[in-house]
């Protein structure tokens, strides 16, 4: 199969991607919450940043290696962290720990993956960074940090935007459940979608591998609920103050929407802010993530880097997000269509499609490093 040309973009990708895994996992994927207007509003202010393209150039191929947090990436962008991504296809974790390391961009494992911290570190080595949400047990918080410290991760994310769990209605009216609970309907499911079950069968059941070491495994058959009561932070200043004076790596704070949450951020130690409506799936009342950006940008004026994330579907979506302001772009779903549709190799495609999509793009309007975008928002 010529994946390039069968599968030329992200949205060939999630086309393929929902017919290849069961309904449960897809709508876990690709939902929102409520009646997902806010995923919409993603999409719709991305397709209306217009860039006026320079001609003349003459020949030449853009150069997209940067600087983040101390280390050298290959593209100004990277897999943000997603919950489950297990479900979606057994080892996705590992295919895109693979891929951060051979392609050398950063890999965000979520607290609430199916593989754990030390797993993944071992295959993305320096490219893994920990995803934390903010547990109200203090000992679960200490020993993520202390388990992250060993693993010889050095970038950690505190994602800020889930004070409380959301709706989410299309995985509600799914059914859906982790491990899935096989009742008829979901064995119904299943069996339509072979590929998936063999692979699951193969690799075993996702499991919630990270948060095992701290919970008696019958509490874990009820996943869903479990990760409710322990995400269920709702943090302050004080609870961030806490994780920075105990973690001495890079520490980045997500979720961002408003300038004045990253000026107090920068103040509180964090190395990196990142802006994210957490891609339209926690408060459809929240303005694109987008359209946040500039003035976000503007507020926190270089002081640290600025990360973004919410409805990036390929390179030009990139290229517009670091025109507004932003150093470095991250996907979620991205990257778990391509693994969903294609299986391990899905990752590098995934990356060879942005990569090749922000090359070309540059190209057209004229941009001959990263530096010449910064200049499109003047």
């Not at 995923?39 to 001609?55: E, G, S, T």
Request: glycine content about 8%.
């Amino acid at each position: 199969m010529d994946n390039a040309n069968q599968f030329p973009s992200i949205w060939h990708l999630a086309e393929r991607a929902r017919k290849r895994i069961p309904h449960f996992a897809w709508e876990y994927l690709d939902s929102g919450t409520g009646m997902e207007r806010l995923v919409d509003r993603n999409r719709v202010a991305l397709d209306a940043v217009h860039l006026m393209p320079r001609v003349m150039g003459g020949r030449y191929t853009p150069d997209i290696k940067c600087t983040l947090l101390g280390a050298e990436f290959s593209a100004p962008f990277g897999i943000a962290p997603v919950g489950m991504s297990g479900l979606m296809w057994p080892g996705a974790e590992l295919a895109l720990a693979d891929m951060a390391r051979t392609k050398n961009i950063p890999y965000g494992l979520s607290m609430v993956a199916n593989e754990t911290p030390e797993e993944v570190a071992k295959r993305a080595e320096t490219n893994a960074w920990m995803q934390i949400y903010c547990p109200k047990e203090a000992d679960v918080l200490d020993d993520l940090l202390k388990r992250s410290k060993a693993a010889g991760i050095k970038t950690l994310i505190i994602t800020v935007d889930v004070p409380v769990g959301s709706r989410r209605e299309r995985q509600l009216a799914a059914g859906l459940t982790v491990p899935p609970k096989m009742d008829p309907a979901t064995l119904w499911r299943v069996a339509k979608r072979p590929f998936w079950a063999l692979a699951t069968l193969k690799h075993g059941q996702p499991r919630f591998k990270t948060l095992e070491a701290y919970f008696p495994a019958d509490q874990m058959s009820e996943g869903a609920k479990l990760i409710g009561n322990i995400v269920d932070g709702r943090p302050d200043w004080d609870y961030f103050d806490r994780i920075r004076a105990a973690w001495d790596g890079n520490l980045v704070l997500k979720g961002l929407m408003d300038p004045a949450d990253a000026d107090a951020a920068i103040a509180h130690g964090a190395d990196a802010v990142w802006v994210s409506n957490h891609g339209g799936r926690q408060f459809d009342g929240a303005p694109a993530a987008i359209e946040a950006l500039p003035a976000i940008a503007e507020k926190v004026a270089g002081r640290v880097p600025l990360l973004f994330d919410s409805g990036i579907r390929g390179g030009l979506d990139i290229l517009r997000a670091l025109s507004l302001g932003a150093d470095f772009c991250f996907l979620g779903r991205g990257f778990l269509y391509a693994v969903s549709a294609l299986g391990a190799i899905g990752a590098d495609h995934a990356y060879d499609i942005l990569r090749g999509d922000l090359e070309n793009n540059m190209i057209q309007i004229g941009a001959r490093s990263l530096i010449d975008l910064k200049s499109l928002k003047d």
